[in-house]
Structures are given as C-alpha cells and as structure tokens.
C-alpha cells in the first residue's frame, strides 16, 4: 500500500508570502492529485499530474517521479487562500483508488 | 451540470439504527467512490464502483454496504450504525479522460451516531 506524507500539517503565513507543500509517496503511482478543502468542509480537485509541473494562477504544481516527491506553490498568498490542501496518489495500472495524505492546513493572515 | 450531490447534509442516529446515504452525478462518471474522513486522518476508501452493476471493497468497509444500479446512482447503506461510524462521508466520481481520472466531490455527509 502507498504511503502518503505531507509536510508541514499546519502553515501559518503573512498576505504575499510565497507558500510550500509537500507531498512524499512511497511506491509508483499512475497520478498525483492536489484538493482543496475549505473551512464549509467541500473538496475541489486543484491539480492532477503525473509528470512536470502545472501552472494555475497563482498555484504552481510540480512532481518528480524519480524522487517520488511532489510540491504545491502558492504565490503572493491572499487569506481567501485558507484552507486545508490534500494530496493523494493513485496507484499503476490505471487504478483510480486514491490513498491520500492528511492534508496541510494553511492559514493566510491578511 | 449539478456534479455530484450528497443527502443528507447531516444525519444523527442512535447506536443500531440503519440508514442510506445518497449520492449522484450527472456527468455520466463510470467510476464513484465512497470515502470517509475523521480528524486526524486521510480520507479512506469504503467501497468504489468501475460501473453499473460492479463495486468492491476498500480500506474501510466493514459496516457498510454499497450498489450500483445505474450509472448515476451510489448509495451507502449503514446496517446497523456504531458510534465508530461518526464521521464526514463523501462521494467522488470521475472518468477518464484526456486529463486523467479527475476527481469530483459532492459536497459531504456529516453523520454522528449516539
């Protein structure tokens, strides 16, 4: 079974501070998903990679499969960016049974 | 398009007690999926579904029941609820496609079983 880390579980940041997250597998995967989940408790599907690196606005989304490592930039940082980010793999062969991380919660202070 | 949607947004139960929770797309997704999530933890697999008329097990299925139908449709079945069972519930599907298997949530089930 993949195993999912993220790192750090809480961030607290200052509006405009560049943002990390990380996200750590322990075996091949077929994709990697990053989700927003907001304080009302929904969840949105931010990014799903499974090589490179995506461009969303102000939310970059990198992997690197050799090192079984992916990171979640977030530029110029807003408070409306609080929320917690979830990353979860999905295994080879297709299959789309995600094991996720426990996810990054992140606070933005204006 | 509604995407996924949830019923109900909150139940309360006693101990025993069994009940459906509700869940459908409108985006003719093969694939759905059940996941629970409690503090502290990931969210876990309960019972998935490649498609009408096939599901399987998951991380975490001992309690719970699931069908398939139709496409649009995947239901939850409690048997016999457990304070253990006192949890956020949420639905996904997704489908392949030139992207991948993105995933689309409904918006969850907050259950607290007395």
């Known amino acids: 079974k993949n195993e999912v880390e993220q790192s750090p579980q809480n961030l607290t940041a200052q509006e405009g501070e560049f943002i990390t997250i990380n996200c750590s597998y322990s075996v091949g995967i077929s994709a990697l998903h990053w989700l927003q989940q907001h304080p009302g408790g929904g969840i949105v599907s931010l990014f799903m990679?499974?090589?490179g690196k995506k461009k969303h606005g102000r939310l970059i989304a990198t992997i690197n499969i050799q090192e079984k490592h992916s990171s979640l930039h977030i530029t110029a940082s807003h408070p409306r960016d609080s929320a917690v980010y979830i990353c979860a793999v999905g295994s080879m062969g297709g299959s789309e049974k995600l094991v996720f991380g426990k996810g990054t919660k992140l606070t933005v202070n204006p | 398009n509604a995407g996924v949607t949830q019923t109900p947004k909150f139940q309360v139960l006693k101990t025993g007690q069994s009940m459906t929770l509700q869940c459908a797309q409108d985006?003719?997704?093969?694939?759905m999926s059940w996941y629970r999530q409690d503090p502290g933890m990931g969210l876990r697999l309960i019972h998935y579904?490649?498609?009408?008329?096939?599901?399987d097990q998951g991380e975490v299925p001992n309690g719970y029941n699931v069908s398939r139908s139709t496409t649009e449709d995947f239901p939850l079945r409690l048997l016999s609820a457990a304070p253990s069972q006192t949890s956020v519930y949420f639905c996904?599907?997704?489908?392949?496609?030139?992207?991948?298997?993105?995933?689309?949530f409904g918006p969850g089930t907050r259950l607290t079983v007395t």
């Open positions: 996904a599907s997704s489908s392949p496609g030139d992207r991948g298997y993105e995933q689309y």
């Open positions: 579904s490649v498609g009408a008329g096939i599901t």
């Open positions: 985006m003719n997704h093969e694939y």
């Open positions: 990679l499974s090589s």
